[in-house]
């Protein structure tokens, strides 16, 4: 039964994103996969799905907001005086707390829907999600960069 579901979800997800137009059409893609590996990896019930999805995609904006938020260097490191240097390491590391600030809260809210186990099987999962994404773009770009196929007559 629970097999069945998340078919029907990836079924339904997949012919929903095929609908969509524009370049955000991949990103769409990639993020109905990963709710599916995640999903199926964790073994999270439709119930603590239900729960589970709309307080992890509220961490991931939050991570993701703090992590653009970083400034980036506009000149090469070997020109920073030593004062900038500094202050740039101190902005890097004030946003690395803040984000381990974010995930301790985030990890007390999933911990009230889903167990600690599960939320273990979750870094593995993102971790496993990321690497076969990888390894995907670079077939990928391996067979974009392969010299054309000739047909035998």
Same mark, same amino acid.
Request: overall charge positive.
């Given at each position: 039964?629970?097999?069945?579901?998340?078919?029907?979800?990836?079924?339904? @997800?997949?012919?929903?994103?095929?609908?969509?137009?524009?370049? @955000?059409? %991949?990103?769409?893609?990639?993020?109905?996969? *990963?709710?599916?590996?995640?999903?199926?990896?964790?073994?999270?019930?439709? &119930? &603590?799905?239900? !729960?589970?999805?709309?307080?992890?995609?509220?961490?991931?904006?939050?991570? *993701?907001?703090?992590?653009? =938020? @970083? %400034? #980036?260097? /506009?000149?090469?490191?070997? /020109?920073? =005086?030593? #004062?900038?240097?500094?202050?740039?390491?101190?902005?890097?590391? /004030?946003?690395?707390? #803040?984000?381990?600030?974010?995930? *301790?809260?985030?990890? +007390?809210?999933?911990?009230?829907?889903? =167990?600690?186990?599960? +939320?273990? +099987?979750?870094?593995?999962?993102?971790?496993?999600? !990321?690497?076969?994404?990888?390894?995907?773009?670079? !077939?990928?770009?391996?067979?974009? %960069?392969?010299?054309?196929?000739?047909?035998?007559?």
């Amino acid at each position: 039964m629970r097999k069945a579901l998340l078919l029907l979800v990836c079924v339904l @997800g997949f012919v929903h994103l095929q609908a969509q137009p524009g370049p @955000g059409r %991949n990103h769409q893609k990639i993020e109905a996969m *990963r709710v599916s590996f995640i999903t199926t990896e964790m073994q999270l019930t439709p &119930e &603590e799905a239900e !729960k589970f999805w709309p307080i992890y995609n509220e961490y991931r904006e939050k991570v *993701r907001a703090i992590r653009q =938020s @970083g %400034n #980036e260097l /506009d000149k090469p490191v070997m /020109d920073l =005086s030593e #004062e900038e240097a500094r202050a740039f390491i101190e902005q890097r590391m /004030d946003r690395e707390e #803040e984000l381990m600030r974010l995930k *301790r809260e985030y990890y +007390l809210r999933l911990r009230e829907v889903v =167990s600690a186990r599960k +939320l273990i +099987l979750l870094d593995r999962a993102e971790r496993k999600f !990321k690497e076969r994404l990888l390894r995907e773009m670079q !077939k990928r770009r391996q067979g974009q %960069n392969a010299p054309p196929r000739r047909h035998k007559k």
